[in-house]
C-alpha cells in the first residue's frame, strides 16, 4: 500500500453521517463494537474457567501467559505482512482463527472437562491472531480517516468501543455468575463470527497495492528505522512496556483474586470494569470537543491515574470506590488514547503505519508474558498487597522518566493533519528537538494506546492501555 485513498472517509452526499464517517469508517466501528460486547465479558469468563478447573493464581498466570507469548513473537511479522497484503484479508483471518479457538474453547469448558493445558493452547492461538490482527486494524482504521477531524473521528470510534465494553463487562460478570463461563466463551467466539463478516466487506480498492519491495525483512529493518528514528515514539513504547506489563498482571490475577477473595466474586468485577468503560466513553466524549496543541504533553500526563486501580486494589477499597476509581482511570487513558492515535495518523506515511504499528505493539507487550507468569509467584514471595503497591511506583515512576525527553514536551497538533508526504522530516515540535529521520507516531491499540482490560480479553479488543484502550 504506498498511499491513502482521495477521499477513503467520505460519506455520500446528503447522507447524514459527518463527512469523516465514510463506509470503511462505519464497518470498522460496528465490528469493533460487536467484538468488544463479547471480549470483556470473556476477560472474567476465562479467570474463571481456570479457577472452576481448579486452577489457582499460578495457573492464571500461565493462561495469560499463553496468550502474550505468540502474541510478542509473532507481531513484528503481522505488521510487515498487514502492510504487503491487503489489512482487511489479514483481519478477517485473524478473526477466523479467533472464532475457532474460542469456541472450542467454550465447548470443553461447557463440557467440564477443560484442562489448563488445553486452555493454554488456545489462547495462544488467540494471541497468535492478535499478533496478526493489531497492526493490520490499526492502519486500516487510520487510512479510512483524512483531514483535521481526524481526532474527533478516532475520539468517536474508541467511544463506541469502550461503550460495548461496558454492556459486554456488566453483562459477562453476570453471566459468569449465574449461567458459567462456558456460555460466555460461546458469545465471544460468535462475535468474532460476526465481525470477521462485516470486515469482509471493507473497501480497498482506493488503496493501491504496494509494488514488489526487498522481502519480509527489509520491511522489517525499514519499520525499524522509522521507530528508533523518533526518541518520543521509542520512548513512550518503553515506558507502555512496563505499564501494560504491570496492568497486565494486576487485570488477569490480582484484580480477579481481590474480586474472589475480598469483593463477592464476579459480579462486582465485572462492575468495576464496566465502571472503566464508562470512564473511556465520558474521556471520548470529552476528547471529540477538546484538541490540546501539546498532544503527547497532555496524554502523557494522563498516564498517571492509571496506577489507581493497582492502589484501590491493594488497600482494597469497596466495590463502589474501587468502580469510581476504574472510571477515573478510564478517562485518563481516552485522554492519552487519543492524543496517541491523532498523533500516529499525523506523522506516520500510511504505507508504513502497520509496521511502526507492530513495532509499537512489539514494545508495549514484550513484557506481559513474562510479568503475568511472575505474578502468582510474586504473590507468594511479597504478598498480594505488597506486590500491588510495587506496579503502582514502577508505573508512575516509568511515566515521569518520559516527560524528560524534549519531543514528549513539545510535539504540537498540526493545522491539517497527516505529514505532507512520504519521508517528510517535520515533526510538530515547537523546538528543534525533533527525532531523525522524520515525524512519527504510535497508536493502536494495546500498545502504548490500547486500553486494557479490554486488549487482555481477546484478540480483537483494538483499542485498548495503549494508549487499545
Known amino acids: 500500500m504506498t498511499k491513502r485513498s482521495a477521499s477513503p472517509a467520505a460519506s455520500p452526499r446528503g447522507s447524514r453521517r459527518p ?9 470498522l466501528t460496528a465490528a469493533t463494537i460487536v467484538t468488544s460486547l463479547g471480549a470483556h465479558g470473556a476477560l472474567i469468563a476465562t479467570t474463571w474457567a481456570v479457577f472452576e478447573s481448579g486452577g489457582d493464581a499460578g495457573d492464571v498466570g500461565l493462561v495469560a501467559m499463553a496468550r502474550f507469548l505468540p502474541l510478542v513473537l509473532f507481531l513484528l511479522i503481522g505488521g510487515a505482512v498487514a502492510d504487503r497484503i491487503p489489512r482487511h484479508r489479514v483481519m478477517v483471518a485473524a478473526n477466523a482463527l479467533n472464532f475457532v479457538s474460542q469456541a472450542v474453547f467454550a465447548v470443553l469448558v461447557l463440557s467440564g472437562t477443560a484442562e489448563i493445558w488445553q486452555m493454554m493452547v488456545l489462547t495462544a492461538l488467540c494471541g497468535t491472531g492478535q499478533a496478526f490482527f493489531n497492526p493490520a486494524a490499526e492502519g486500516m482504521l487510520m487510512s479510512s480517516v483524512t483531514g483535521e477531524q481526524a481526532s474527533r473521528a478516532f475520539a468517536f470510534y474508541r467511544m463506541a468501543m469502550h461503550g460495548a465494553g461496558i454492556g459486554g463487562a456488566a453483562l459477562g460478570g453476570a453471566l459468569v455468575a449465574f449461567v458459567g463461563p462456558g456460555w460466555v466463551l460461546a458469545v465471544d467466539a460468535a462475535a468474532f463470527a460476526v465481525a470477521g463478516a462485516l470486515r469482509a466487506f471493507l473497501d480497498v480498492s482506493g488503496i493501491p497495492e504496494r509494488k514488489p519491495g526487498g522481502g519480509l525483512f527489509a520491511d522489517l529493518r525499514e519499520g525499524w528505522q522509522e521507530f528508533i528514528g523518533r526518541p518520543w515514539l521509542w520512548s513512550i513504547v518503553a515506558q507502555f512496556s512496563v505499564v501494560v506489563a504491570l496492568i497486565g498482571a494486576v487485570e488477569s490475577v490480582y484484580g480477579p483474586l481481590v474480586a474472589r477473595d475480598e469483593l463477592g466474586g464476579a459480579r462486582p468485577w465485572g462492575i468495576a470494569l464496566a465502571g472503566y468503560g464508562v470512564g473511556t466513553v465520558a474521556g471520548a466524549i470529552l476528547m471529540t470537543r477538546w484538541k490540546p496543541r501539546r498532544m503527547l504533553l497532555v496524554g502523557t ?18 466495590p463502589a470506590g474501587l468502580t469510581v476509581v476504574m472510571f477515573v482511570s478510564g478517562v485518563a487513558m481516552e485522554i492519552f488514547g487519543v492524543s496517541w492515535m491523532t498523533t500516529m495518523h499525523q506523522e506516520i506515511p500510511e504505507e ?11 514494545g508495549s507487550t514484550a513484557l506481559l508474558p513474562l510479568s503475568t507468569a511472575l505474578a502468582g509467584p510474586a504473590e507468594t514471595a511479597f504478598g498480594r498487597t505488597e506486590s500491588l503497591w510495587g506496579a503502582v511506583a514502577l508505573m508512575t515512576l516509568v511515566t515521569a522518566l518520559v516527560l524528560l525527553v524534549p519531543d514528549v514536551r513539545n510535539m504540537t497538533r498540526r493545522p491539517h493533519g497527516r505529514t505532507a508526504a512520504k519521508g517528510d522530516a517535520g515533526t510538530g515540535v515547537d523546538a528543534p528537538t525533533a527525532g531523525a529521520g522524520g515525524a512519527g507516531g504510535a497508536g493502536g491499540t494495546i500498545g502504548a494506546g490500547a486500553a486494557l482490560p479490554a486488549p487482555l480479553a481477546s484478540a480483537d479488543a483494538e483499542g485498548a492501555v495503549r494508549r487499545n484502550g
Open 301 to 318: 500526563l494522563g498516564v498517571f491515574p492509571i496506577a489507581l486501580p493497582s492502589a484501590a486494589l491493594a488497600i482494597p477499597l469497596h
Open 19 to 27: 463527512e469523516w464517517a465514510g463506509r470503511n469508517y462505519v464497518l
Open 352 to 362: 508504513k503505519l502497520s509496521r511502526v504499528s507492530a513495532y509499537d505493539w512489539f
